[in-house]
């Protein structure tokens, strides 16, 4: 089943179970696929989707000064993939990562984040390879 399927079932399933918070944001998140010109998404598009609208909730929420996170953004999380911590990132570095194949080690990034996809934030990736000794 695809990610976009299992939105549309998991829709169909809030609204039988009257659960308001997962019916409006599986709503907006239909309505973001709707505004886009396809009808079918890989999960990857789907993903992206999800995650431009996870950053834009927690912009919104940054100005007016409220908590980083909120229901709409605990309803989305639950479809994205199981994030990459620094460790894991900083352990796949140290052993698949010739630096000495790069002028400098922010060329690398291209690499890792080839490995990781959607399953890494390039900010976090960016940050430990700054920590990373030159």
């Known amino acids: 089943m ?23 944001t599986l ?25 431009k609208l ?6 919104m929420l940054e100005k007016t000064g409220q908590d980083q996170t909120s229901p709409f953004i605990t309803v989305i999380e639950t479809y994205l993939p199981k994030m990459a911590g620094e460790e894991e990132i900083r352990q796949w570095i140290a052993t698949n990562v010739d630096f000495g194949s790069f002028k400098n080690k922010m060329q690398a990034m291209g690499v890792i984040m080839a490995h990781f996809g959607a399953s890494a934030d390039g900010n976090l990736v960016k940050k430990v390879l700054q920590q990373y000794p030159a």
Not at 27 to 51: N, P, Q, T, Y
């Open 2 to 24: 695809t990610l976009q399927n299992k939105i549309k079932d998991d829709l169909k399933s809030a609204m039988k179970d009257r659960d308001e918070n997962k019916k409006e």
């Open 27 to 51: 709503r907006v998140i239909m309505g973001e696929m709707a505004r886009l010109d396809k009808k079918e998404f890989s999960d990857d598009e789907v993903i992206k989707i999800l995650k």
């Open 54 to 59: 996870v950053k834009s909730e927690k912009e």
